[in-house]
């Protein structure tokens, strides 16, 4: 899927992003492994300069109901994130059906997050 910056410039660029990310998410089924060449292959027609988001993790994974003999994890990371621009998702620990989301970005594309959180929290 190719969107362009202009669909997340306005005051509900974030709103959109986050649904983008959601619908993406929730179309995913057992088969999506079956297509990873696919998915591949369409990294090599991206154009010059395109910038990916890409997302870690699942809600679906239980991480937080394992246990290896020490109980259960107080928090979870999904370390792979740390490379480059990234999102991850876990469910949240208390079970309740939250869900944990971690970023990795530039300082500052961090620092517009940050704002942009802090705004949407004041309204």
Do not use: C
Not at 61 to 85: K, T
């Amino acid at each position: 899927m190719s969107l362009t910056a202009e669909a997340f410039m306005d005051e509900r660029g974030f709103v959109a992003a986050a649904r983008l990310v959601t619908d993406l998410v929730e179309g995913l089924d057992e088969s999506v492994a079956w297509k990873s060449r696919e998915l591949l292959a369409a990294f090599s027609t991206l154009p010059l300069g395109a910038q990916l988001l890409s997302v870690a993790g699942s809600t679906r994974f239980g991480v937080y109901g394992l246990d290896f003999g020490w109980g259960r994890p107080e928090r979870v990371a999904i370390m792979s994130i740390d490379q480059g621009e990234a999102i991850s998702m876990a469910e949240s620990r208390d079970g309740n059906g939250g869900v944990e989301i971690g970023f990795s970005l530039k300082k500052h594309e961090m620092d517009v997050l940050i704002d942009l959180l802090n705004e949407g929290f004041k309204n």
